[in-house]
Structure formats: structure tokens, C-alpha cells
């Protein structure tokens, strides 16, 4: 099973920060197949990011993906009030899929 | 617009059993691999299990192997998840979610998930 280690637990941010949030995988990833989650309280998850650096449909470009193998990064360039939310990482590479135990952003 | 509508939680005691539903509109459903995914309080998201778009091939984490049965009734765009043998460990919130497989040569329990439902309440207490 892969083990995806997310960090910080949480990020204390102002509005128009940049976020910067990481995702590990042990063993690595193949194929870079992994994807980033934005969820807030009472709602369904909303993908964001998909093949590690791709955004899904109508995602803002302050969003991007980065990294492969083991080291993944979600950034959000400027931090906008409808951000602060919990982000997960999810691989979908190996069997079981796999998420991370998620970064929450909080504000600052 | 692809929107999926989960039902069927509530509150079960240890040893029950509950049939989750997941209604599907805006999407040719047979296309499609479907999982649910859990939420327990406190904790992540965990994969529960899968199924191939024809329905025909399923998956199960190895938590719910032998009490869950995942199916699908592509006639009436509907994901079901049979819940047998409750624990107080299955309390979370269940996702119903669609798949997106990444190339025609994975197989479908590779994916990520685009779509996913508001959940539906799993309490298991007695």
C-alpha cells in the first residue's frame, strides 16, 4: 500500500499568501497518478488537480501541481478567502487507492 | 451537469446491515467506474470500494472485504453499497464518487475521481 504523508497538518495563512502544501508517497509513484482535493465542511470533495499537474475543469489558474515520484506540491498562488478549506492528496496508481491525512488552511 | 445523490444512511447497530444508493444524472453511467469513499470523524478519506463501468468487476479495501458488496444498475443510473456485519469502525460519511480512469490500459480501479456526491450519514452504535 502506498502511504501518503501530507504536510504541514495545517498552514496558517493571510488572504493574497501564497500556500504551499506537500504531499509524500512511500513507496513512490508510478506514472505521476496523483490528485489534489479541495474539501470544505458539509460539502463533497472537489478535484482540482489531476496527473500531478494537470487542473480539472474551471479550477483557477492560482492552483497548479507540481513534483513525481515520491515529493508532490499543491500551491495556490494567492490565497483567496473561498480558499481556506482542507486539501487531500489521493494516488490512484497502486491498489488500494490511497489518500493523505490533509493540510487545512486556515486563516491567519 | 454530472451530479450524483447518495441515500440510504443512518443509524445501525453493530452486526446490521444498510443498503446505500447513489443516483447518477447528467452522465451515460455504464461509461463510468464508480467507488465509494468514507469520511470518519476525526479522520480522512478512505477508498471503500469499486466497481467497472459494465458492473461486471469489483474491488474492496481490505477493511470491508467479505461484509461490503458494491453493484450498479446501469438501466436506472444507480451505485448501490451493501452493508453487512457492521463495526463501529464503519461510522463515517460515504462518498459516492465517479471515476476517471487515466488510459484505456489501466485497469478501472486505478482512478481519480471527478464527481462526487454531499454523502450520505453512517452511524453505527448501539
Known amino acids: 500500500e502506498i502511504v501518503l504523508t501530507q504536510s504541514p497538518g495545517t498552514l496558517s495563512l493571510s488572504p493574497g499568501e501564497r500556500a504551499t502544501l506537500s504531499c509524500r508517497a512511500s513507496?513512490?509513484?508510478?506514472?505521476?497518478?496523483l490528485a489534489w482535493y479541495q474539501k470544505k465542511p458539509g460539502q463533497a470533495p472537489r478535484l482540482l488537480i489531476y496527473?500531478?499537474?494537470n487542473r480539472a475543469t474551471g479550477i483557477p489558474d492560482r492552483f497548479s501541481g507540481s513534483g513525481s515520484e515520491t515529493d508532490f506540491i499543491l500551491t495556490i498562488s494567492r490565497l483567496e478567502p473561498e480558499d481556506f478549506a482542507v486539501y487531500f492528496c489521493?494516488?490512484?496508481?497502486?491498489?488500494?487507492?490511497?489518500f493523505g491525512g490533509g493540510t487545512k488552511v486556515v486563516i491567519k | 451537469e454530472v451530479q450524483l445523490l447518495e441515500s440510504g444512511g443512518g443509524l445501525v447497530q453493530p452486526g446490521g446491515s444498510l443498503r446505500l444508493s447513489c443516483a447518477a444524472s447528467?452522465?451515460?453511467?455504464?461509461?463510468?467506474?464508480m467507488s465509494w469513499v468514507r469520511e470518519a470523524p476525526g479522520k480522512g478519506l478512505e477508498w471503500v470500494s469499486s466497481?467497472?463501468?459494465?458492473?461486471?468487476?469489483?474491488h474492496f479495501a481490505d477493511s470491508v472485504k467479505g461484509r461490503f458488496t458494491i453493484s450498479k444498475d446501469n438501466s436506472k443510473n444507480t451505485l448501490f453499497l451493501q452493508m453487512n456485519s457492521l463495526r463501529a469502525e464503519d461510522t463515517a460519511v460515504y462518498y459516492c464518487?465517479?471515476?476517471?480512469?487515466?488510459?484505456?490500459?489501466?485497469?478501472?480501479?486505478?482512478?481519480?475521481?471527478?464527481?462526487w456526491g454531499k454523502g450520505t450519514t453512517v452511524t453505527v452504535s448501539s
Open positions: 489521493q494516488q490512484y496508481g497502486s491498489s488500494p487507492l490511497t
Open positions: 496527473g500531478a499537474s
Open positions: 447528467g452522465i451515460n453511467f455504464m461509461n463510468y467506474a
Open positions: 466497481i467497472s463501468g459494465s458492473g461486471g468487476a469489483t
Open positions: 513507496p513512490s509513484l508510478r506514472s505521476s497518478y
Open positions: 464518487a465517479k471515476g476517471v480512469i487515466p488510459s484505456d490500459s489501466e485497469p478501472y480501479y486505478y482512478h481519480y475521481i471527478d464527481v
